[in-house]
Every structure is written in C-alpha cells, then in structure tokens.
Nanobody, 123 residues
Framework: QAQLVESGGGLVQAGGSLRLSCADS????????VGWFRQAPEKEREFVAA????????SYADSVKGRFTISRDNANNRVYLQMNSLKPEDTAVYYC????????????????WGKGTLVTVSS
C-alpha cells in the first residue's frame, strides 16, 4: 500500500519559488502515475500536475502551465513539484496522489493520497 508523504511547503512571497517533494514509503511509484492536487480554503480540491510512471508524459492545469514543473525519481521513490513565479492564488494545501494515468487527473480517480503540505504565498 502506498504511503505518500509530502514536504517542502511553507511561506513565500509572490514571485518566489518552492519545491515540493513526495516520498513513497509503500514502493508503488514504479507502477503508478503520480500527481499533485491542491485545495484552498472553502474550495474544492483541484488537479495541478501529473506524470506517468516512466516520466515520459506530463500534464498540467492551465493555471500553472509554464510556472510549475513535475518530475520523478523512481530510483528514490520521489516525485517533485517545482513551483516558480508563485502567486497569492497558489495558496493552498498541496496533496500528492497516485493512480493510473486514466484516473490521476481527477480527484475521484485517485487511489492514494498523502496528507498534504501547506503553501502560503504572500502578496
């Protein structure tokens, strides 16, 4: 069973950068696509980015294209989300998720969730 643990969240000024990391202690990254979702207060959880198990294909929400980059290191069971040019509207709890490629871009399709890490972007 996948056990996903996020890290790297924090407080950053608008225009700054953060790198989130997701570690898988359950050793399922090699079989699953992995994605990042986020949830702001009083809003639904939304898709941010995803990457296939091989790393060959990625997908991004329109709101983060050109600013965020997802990558993975299967040898170390880690997936990263590099976030640049951060905006106050990026403030949210960011969740790591694992699923098939067909399900990873929708919250309803996610099979495994991490507990989340808070990102706060100040203006």
């Amino acid at each position: 069973q996948a056990q996903l643990v996020e890290s790297g969240g924090g407080l950053v000024q608008a225009g700054g950068s953060l790198r989130l990391s997701c570690a898988d202690s359950g050793r399922t990254f090699g079989l699953k696509s992995v994605g990042w979702f986020r949830q702001a207060p009083e809003k639904e959880r939304e898709f941010v980015a995803a990457i296939t198990w091989s790393g060959a294909i990625t997908s991004y929400a329109d709101s983060v294209k050109g600013r965020f980059t997802i990558s993975r290191d299967n040898a170390n069971n880690r997936v990263y989300l590099q976030m640049n040019s951060l905006k106050p509207e990026d403030t949210a709890v960011y969740y790591c998720a694992a699923a098939t490629w067909g399900g990873i871009r929708s919250a309803s399709g996610v099979e495994y969730w991490g507990k989340g890490t808070l990102v706060t972007v100040s203006s």
